[in-house]
C-alpha cells in the first residue's frame, strides 16, 4: 500500500517562495508518474507539475518558469519548489502517484497574499 505524506505549505506574500515535499511511503519504484496538483475555492483540481517514470517532467504554463518539480529517489520524496508565488497560486496543494492505483496524500494549503 502506497502512502503520501505532503508537507512545506504555508504563507507567503506574493513574489515568495516556498517548497513543497512528498513522502512516499511502500514500494513505488514502478510507478507511471507522479505528481503535483492543486485546487483553488471553487475551482477543479488542476496539475501543476508531473515527473514521468522515464523521468521526463511536465509544468502547467501557468507556473512554467517560476516552479521546479524534482525527485530524491534514495528518499522517496518528491520536491515542487516554488518562486515568485502569485495570489492565483493560492490553493491545496496535493501530491498524486499512479501505480496500479491512483494515490493521493492529504493535501498542504498554500496561501500567497497579495
Known amino acids: 500500500q502506497v502512502q503520501l505524506v505532503e508537507s512545506g505549505g504555508g504563507s507567503v506574500q506574493a513574489g515568495g517562495s516556498l517548497r513543497l515535499s512528498c513522502a512516499a511511503s511502500?514500494?513505488?519504484?514502478?510507478?507511471?508518474?507522479m505528481g503535483w496538483y492543486r485546487q483553488a475555492p471553487g475551482k477543479q483540481r488542476e496539475s501543476v507539475a508531473v515527473?514521468?517514470?522515464?523521468?521526463?517532467?511536465h509544468l502547467a504554463d501557468s507556473v512554467k518558469g517560476r516552479f521546479t518539480v524534482s525527485r530524491d529517489n534514495a528518499k522517496n520524496t518528491m520536491y515542487l519548489q516554488m518562486t515568485s508565488l502569485k495570489p492565483e497560486d493560492t490553493a491545496v496543494y496535493y501530491c498524486?502517484?499512479?501505480?496500479?492505483?491512483?494515490?493521493w496524500g492529504q493535501g498542504t494549503q498554500v496561501t500567497v497574499s497579495s
Open positions: 498524486s502517484l499512479f501505480l496500479r492505483a491512483r494515490y
Open positions: 511502500g514500494s513505488i519504484d514502478n510507478f507511471s508518474d
Open positions: 515527473i514521468f517514470s522515464t523521468g521526463t517532467t
